[in-house]
């Protein structure tokens, strides 16, 4: 495979932030190793995660191979890197059990499976380091590296200086070695020869090209993206709900296209090129055109269908854009229907819902006994018969009259009826 000039690519989109002088010069001579760690504390990655992940698929798109390093060692430890608070230890079972699901994640992205010269490998530091003695790492690691070196890196000083500064404990303050060991591991072992990531670990990978020279006699390389922020100083990857997950499970693939469907346009501008592989051409032709219509959020839109077709896939990319038109456009019956129990939900998350008897909607509840008696949406029969008469009562988005009876033919997902007052008025009845 022809190497493409990967610092040129990343420079483009916005995801340099320090590179190592050389560095663009080492990876045009042949393909190359180069590694990223991941945090395996949970079962998901969330998209915060997605730079790391973008930057070792831009890198393996170049011609180089892609090492992802599971932290299962280092995760036992905790980073303390942009952290005010020590993290909870895991156990070894939940660590594999983790490492498998990012795996199944970035395989998304990445590929490990073809042959290719440059495919993806997956590695954990647990397994050089369970068999590690103190003795033998503080021998053989930790009298290359002066305490005063340690001292001086950022991520040590912030947790020492800081305003709500607790200390710091050793087992964080040994963090930096450990990782650094990696670096050397993996250059003694796998041939790697770069260690990337985002711009709070610039100290920790320097360390990895520290020892690589004092102990590995060679010479490492380290590249840092910028730390990603919202426009209006917000954290990225965040929600009211909490963090925006890869797995369907923890976040809904509507939820997740809905989070990149409502950025801001600048954001988009800049989330386009660091989260898609489409080229600058076409970036820059999008952008252009969404500048003549910013109304038609042409930007958004675009960034949202790809990043839900690569994290999840087409089906569930068209299956949230048609949830979206539930709420905005002139949806039916039937496609209120075609929603699966959770995107439903999702989709009218914090609309009022009660509870009705299975055997009430069997028998056939009346519209004015589903409109105020039995479900409380409206305050009083009489206001139920007027809202009738100015014909602005729908009943999953389709008109009714004062003879209507919602029956089980009207069900969604055999436990859900919409009722709907003018536009914006939407009652749930769950049927139990």
């Not at 965040?238 to 509507?254: C, H, I, M, Q």
């Amino acid at each position: 495979m022809k190497l493409k000039n990967f610092v040129e690519e990343l420079q483009w989109r916005g995801m340099v932030h320090d590179v190592m002088p050389e560095t663009e010069t080492h990876l045009m001579e042949q393909m190359r190793a180069a590694y990223i760690g991941f945090d395996p504390t949970a079962d998901s990655l969330h998209i915060g995660n997605l730079v790391p992940i973008m930057l070792l698929s831009f890198y393996q798109r170049c011609g180089h191979k892609p090492v992802a390093l599971v932290g299962g060692a280092t995760g036992m430890i905790g980073d303390p890197s942009g952290k005010s608070n020590e993290r909870n230890f895991l156990d070894e079972k939940t660590l594999r059990h983790n490492q498998e699901c990012v795996r199944a994640q970035l395989s998304q992205f990445l590929d490990f499976n073809s042959g290719a010269e440059n495919q993806a490998l997956l590695v954990n530091n647990y397994d050089w380091m369970k068999e590690f003695s103190f003795l033998d790492f503080i021998r053989d690691v930790g009298k290359h590296i002066t305490v005063n070196y340690m001292m001086a890196k950022d991520s040590v000083k912030k947790r020492l200086t800081g305003e709500n500064a607790d200390g710091l404990s050793f087992t964080e303050f040994t963090y930096q070695l450990v990782q650094g060991y990696d670096f050397l591991h993996l250059y003694k072992n796998e041939g790697c020869t770069l260690q990337m990531g985002g711009s709070d670990q610039w100290g920790n990978i320097t360390t990895g090209t520290e020892l690589i020279r004092r102990i590995g006699g060679g010479k490492g390389y380290a590249l840092t993206c910028p730390l990603i922020t919202k426009s209006d100083g917000s954290k990225f990857g965040k929600s009211e709900g909490g963090n925006v997950w890869l797995d369907a499970k923890r976040t809904s693939p509507y939820k997740f296209y809905q989070y990149w469907l409502n950025t801001s346009d600048d954001d988009a501008e800049k989330y386009i090129k660091i989260f898609t592989f489409l080229d600058q051409q076409t970036i820059e032709a999008i952008v252009a055109e969404h500048k003549e219509a910013p109304h038609m959020r042409l930007l958004q839109k675009r960034l949202a269908q790809e990043v839900t077709c690569t994290v999840h896939n087409e089906e569930e990319y068209e299956k949230a854009v048609k949830a979206s038109a539930i709420l905005f456009g002139n949806s039916s019956a039937d496609d209120l229907k075609e929603l699966d129990e959770q995107t439903f939900l999702d989709v009218f998350d914090g609309v009022p819902q009660t509870e009705v008897p299975m055997a009430e909607i069997e028998a056939g509840l009346d519209i004015i006994g589903a409109l105020a008696e039995k479900t409380g949406f409206l305050k009083s029969n009489g206001e139920a018969r007027r809202a009738l008469k100015e014909n602005s009562i729908s009943v999953n988005r389709e008109k009714v009259t004062d003879a209507f009876s919602v029956s089980t033919s009207d069900l969604i997902n055999n436990q859900f009826v919409l009722l709907q007052r003018g536009k914006k008025n939407y009652f749930i009845i769950k049927v139990v």
